[in-house]
């Protein structure tokens, strides 16, 4: 074996060599990762913000005085609420007000519809009394249960989503074919969205 083999062995096999080269790579790995720490700090803040924009937006759209409505931040949510929601899913609660003066809650809930999960915001005022649904997500099928979504009307000639401002519990549970009228041909994701707002109207209840 020549010379510069057995040189080139022994420099790889030198602890000197081998901790030199543990101790580079460790500090390439503590700087790259404060560098992406760094880049999703900045970009989770960017994101949150965008995120409760359009959490705003939504929530604008439901409620009877968007102009002078501010809203809180997410309640905690309590067991009485989500067991008031039942089998929707209880995403958020806020508070809705108007100078500075409780005026409802707009409550953000997740049903199932024909080809999914329906995301929806609906607005509850202070009296109980829905004043406006928006959706915020939804799979449903383009042409038919988007109809629903897109708040189209229906043959009486009020729109799908708009048909449930003024209801309240005293209503009593809202039923499609009883007090709630379906879009033709989708009547399922019309159903997704009753349920949403029958569990808003629950946990509204619950918030008194």
């Known amino acids: 074996m020549s010379t510069e083999v057995k040189s080139k062995e022994k420099v790889q096999m030198d602890p000197a060599?081998?901790?030199?080269?543990?101790?580079?790579l460790?500090?390439?790995?503590?700087?790259?990762?404060?560098?992406?720490?760094?880049?999703?700090?900045?970009?989770?803040?960017?994101?949150?913000?965008?995120n409760w924009e359009k959490t705003v937006e939504a929530m604008k759209a439901v409620v009877a005085d968007p102009e002078n409505t501010t809203f809180s931040d997410a309640l905690p949510l309590t067991d009485d609420m989500t067991a008031a929601a039942g089998s929707?899913?209880?995403?958020?609660?806020?508070?809705?007000?108007?100078?500075?003066q409780t005026a409802g809650y707009a409550i953000k809930v997740v049903?199932?519809?024909?080809?999914?999960?329906?995301?929806?915001?609906?607005?509850?005022?202070?009296?109980?009394?829905?004043?406006?649904?928006?959706?915020?997500?939804?799979?449903?099928?383009?042409?038919?249960?988007?109809?629903?979504?897109?708040?189209?009307?229906?043959?009486?000639?009020?729109?799908?989503?708009?048909q449930f401002e003024g209801k309240s519990a005293a209503d009593g549970t809202l039923t499609v074919g009883a007090n709630v009228d379906a879009i033709s041909g989708a009547t399922v994701s019309t159903r997704g969205v009753t349920s949403g707002v029958n569990a808003a109207l629950a946990v509204a209840g619950v918030l008194g």
């Open 17 to 24: 060599y081998i901790i030199k080269l543990t101790v580079t």
């Open 26 to 50: 460790f500090v390439t790995c503590v700087i790259v990762a404060a560098c992406l720490g760094g880049v999703n700090a900045v970009t989770a803040e960017k994101i949150a913000a965008i």
């Open 88 to 100: 929707v899913t209880l995403d958020s609660v806020y508070e809705a007000q108007v100078n500075g």
């Open 111 to 162: 049903s199932s519809g024909s080809q999914g999960k329906i995301e929806m915001m609906v607005g509850v005022d202070a009296e109980g009394t829905v004043t406006g649904v928006s959706i915020v997500k939804n799979p449903e099928t383009s042409g038919i249960g988007s109809k629903v979504m897109t708040n189209m009307p229906t043959a009486n000639g009020i729109g799908v989503l708009s």
